[in-house]
């Protein structure tokens, strides 16, 4: 063992003595320089961020700041609280877009009677003195987008510094009170982000304090500045802004629109590309801000990658400028934890401007519990019930922390507006063009009513008025009164026999209820007055001649509808089934002095779901007349694509455009096989049978009916558009049949 000698040790400490000094002579290493990266708007085009914050993170660079406007903002501010690019590269693809850039409410969570309302017009407007003039600051008032938004940033909600985030973060909008830009560095960050991609005309404004905020494109569409001011040192831009368009493309409102929003911030766009010290511009030709279809979203992920790679020597340049060796990997932040199916303890649940018995009654009905744990998923679909089937336009919410742990459930309810007008429009082959024109009031007091008019315009025109008690929720008590006048053509064997012209007219007392959203249940007492005009038989038509006078019925009804489809039309699951008996007299007791004769009428269809876009619907659709002398105008009729299609006893059948009477009895089955083709087209082949008799027993033994179709469908926001070639051999012709727009 070496030993070591006085004057060594001396030394040594000499040493140690000054190694504190020597240490502190060094200069210290200069702070990191601080990276920001900017998220411009652009609308649907905003994807691509998504792709370059993947190349930036592969590349090793730490980011200190985020900030963004419209869809930069929505993208930016996510990522700020740990969502990791990958999470919302799977966020925007699994996101319905369709629904969400729209007011509509899931329709599994619709009762049966707002089902029955979307699926027949095109739009509804509030009117009167009750509207608030921010119903018409856009055509959507974004509770969708407001809702996801607190859906996916939970645990942020309370209003809170976002220079506290784990990644500091800023977004722009635009005050239209004054013009002012506003720079949201605290608050909410949902409704910041909500603020931000407020376009004008097209999303209702977001108001706060004294503010009516709209999309910040409009004053800085690149806000290089923001971030600057900030405390970043460097900047990474990502413009996915299309460039400014010559003379010959401005041929749209669109196109127009977005080169007014690009001229209007000229100016500091060229002044804060100046600014950045990294510049990704995204080739986004080809897509507009209203492109969000799944290959679009996917194509421009893919160009945001590209675009960002391209750049790749500039990002090390800037990675060196930063002092960082090129193998440097920044601490990731912690991973946001997103899931439907997280589940949160909720200590308090508000509805606010209610009183304590309606809480409860909500509460109930929404399957909430205070003082327990809910799932997102729960608490999104009690958000839909609300705006569904409660009396309340629309519903959004938030999770603020409660004192102590946990959270507090707010629900922010919209009353439904007090008048409303309804417009559907539908054009076809046989009927050319119809109008259907609703105009509903809602009447508020101990016991709500609503008074309904309807008027239809096209070759058959109807006219009615409903008045309806709800003397509780979903249960209605109604009278109403419908007039129509019809002009039919009957056919025999494909072959016109004769024109009916007559007036119709109905009142009815009933009482209805809605149970569990999917059934629905009706009884009542309805009278029937047919004024007939005339009829026109063809010339030379062997077929029977009937000879009618006016008639008048009492009748007893009752009826039962269930109906769990996910779309009113091109349904991919569910069944729809409806029943109803029908007790007809002319004295409430007989019928021209014997008794009484019935009508069963009945349908049902269902979905199998092989694979993800191929379906076979089978159906069955029935009607049986049970007693004598019935009369012409309760026989039964077949034809059609609908349901009471000319008559309110036809039943639909596939090759057969018009009205064919058939005897007492009658039994339709249908099967279609069904396609999807991309996200909105369908292919569908359609056969059909039917059974016609005097007498159930015969059905087996006397007519028999076949026809079949092969048609194309697309799924629009207008209603479906279909078109199909038809054959049936009880009219031995092929026919064609178009119509775009609701069935009515």
């Known amino acids: 063992m070496k030993r070591f000698s006085r004057s060594s040790l001396t030394t ?56 963004g406007t419209s869809m930069g903002s929505i993208i930016g501010g996510l990522y ?102 506003v720079n949201f560095h605290e608050g909410v960050l949902a409704t910041a982000m909500r603020a931000s991609m407020a376009i004008p005309g097209v999303f209702t404004p977001v108001r706060l304090d004294s503010m009516v905020l709209v999309d910040g494109g409009v004053v800085n569409n690149y806000p290089v500045n923001v971030a600057r001011a900030m405390g970043a040192d460097l900047i990474i831009g990502v413009d996915v802004q299309s460039e400014l368009k010559p003379a010959g493309e401005l041929n749209s409102a669109g196109a127009i629109l977005g080169q007014l929003v690009n001229l209007m911030g000229q100016d500091l766009y060229k002044k804060n590309l100046k600014e950045t010290t990294t510049y990704i511009k995204v080739n986004v030709e080809g897509y507009s801000a209203a492109s969000f279809t799944p290959s679009a979203i996917d194509t421009l992920i893919m160009r945001g990658e590209e675009a960002a790679m391209a750049q790749d020597s500039a990002l090390m340049a800037l990675k060196s400028q930063l002092g960082l060796d090129s193998t440097y ?74 004192p102590g742990g946990g959270y507090n459930l707010n629900y922010t309810l919209s009353k439904k507006y007090e008048n409303k007008l309804n417009v559907g429009i539908r054009f076809d082959s046989e009927e050319i063009a119809s109008l259907l024109i609703n105009v509903t009031s809602n009447f508020k007091g101990k016991l709500p009513s609503t008074l309904s008019l309807t008027g239809r315009l096209g070759k058959r025109y109807t ?34 026999t004769h024109n009916s012209t007559f007036r119709y007219h109905q009142a009815e007392f009933a009482f209805s209820d809605v149970w569990y959203k999917n059934v629905r249940f009706g009884i009542g007492l309805r009278y029937e007055y047919y004024d007939y005009d005339k009829f026109l038989y063809q010339e030379g038509s062997t077929t029977q001649q009937y000879s009618t006078d006016n ?19 091109f349904p991919s699951r569910g069944i729809s089934a409806r029943a109803s008996y029908s007790l007809y007299t002319d004295n409430f007791t007989q019928y021209n002095d014997h008794a009484p004769f019935s009508a069963i009428k009945g349908y049902c269809e269902g979905v199998m779901r092989l694979t993800n876009r191929f379906s076979i619907l089978p159906s069955v659709y029935g009607r049986f007349l049970i007693g004598k002398e019935i009369p012409y105008s309760k026989l039964n009729a077949m034809g059609g694509d609908v349901p009471s299609r000319f008559l309110q006893q036809q039943l639909p059948f596939v090759g057969i455009n018009n009205v064919e009477l058939m005897d007492n009895s009658l039994l339709i089955g249908t099967i279609k096989f069904r396609q ?41 926001i207008f209603g479906p558009l279909e078109a199909s070639i038809n054959y049936a051999n009880h009219a031995d012709k092929v026919s064609m049949y178009v119509n775009l727009g609701f069935k009515f």
């Open 463 to 496: 006219a009615g008025i409903n008045y309806a008690w709800e003397p509780a929720p979903l249960k209605r008590v109604g009278l109403s009164y419908l007039f129509q006048y019809n002009d039919v053509n009957f056919y025999h064997y494909g072959d016109r």
């Open 329 to 402: 990997m920044p601490q990731p932040i912690p991973s946001y934890p997103y899931s439907p199916e997280r589940k949160v303890y909720v200590k308090e649940i508000t509805f606010d401007g209610l009183d304590e018995k309606d809480k409860k009654w909500l509460l109930k009905r929404c399957d909430l519990k205070e003082n327990s744990e809910i799932s997102i998923r729960r608490i999104e679909e009690a958000t839909a019930i609300l705006s569904a089937n409660l009396g309340y336009s629309g519903a959004t919410y938030n999770l603020p922390e409660a």
């Open 12 to 67: 040594m400490a000499v040493c140690l003595l000054f190694i504190p000094a020597l240490l502190k002579a060094q200069p210290r290493p200069a702070h990191r320089k601080k990276v920001g990266v900017v998220l411009s708007g652009g609308g649907a085009k905003g994807m691509a961020h998504i792709g370059v914050l993947k190349v930036i993170e592969k590349a090793g660079i730490p980011i200190d700041y985020v900030v």
């Open 80 to 181: 700020s609280i740990g969502y990791s690019p990958e999470q919302l590269d799977s966020m925007v693809r699994r996101q319905d877009w369709t629904f969400l850039l729209s007011d509509k409410i899931p329709r599994s969570e619709q009762n049966l009677s707002e089902r029955d309302a979307s699926q027949k017009y095109v739009f509804s407007i509030p009117f009167g003195k009750g509207v608030k003039a921010e119903v018409f600051g856009g055509l959507i008032r974004g509770q969708n987008l407001a809702n996801l938004f607190s859906e996916l940033t939970i645990g942020y909600h309370d209003s809170i510094n976002f220079n506290k985030l784990p990644i500091p973060f800023a977004c722009v909008s635009e005050n239209i009170v004054n013009g002012n830009e």
């Open 676 to 716: 999807r083709m991309g996200s909105v087209h369908y292919v569908t082949l359609t056969g059909n049978y039917a059974l016609s008799s005097h007498k159930v027993s015969g059905l087996l033994k006397e007519k028999t009916m076949f026809g079949c179709g092969v048609g194309y469908g697309l799924d629009s």
């Open 551 to 569: 008639e008048h019925f009492f009748s007893y009804f009752a009826q039962m509808e269930y109906e769990t489809f996910d779309k009113a039309y």
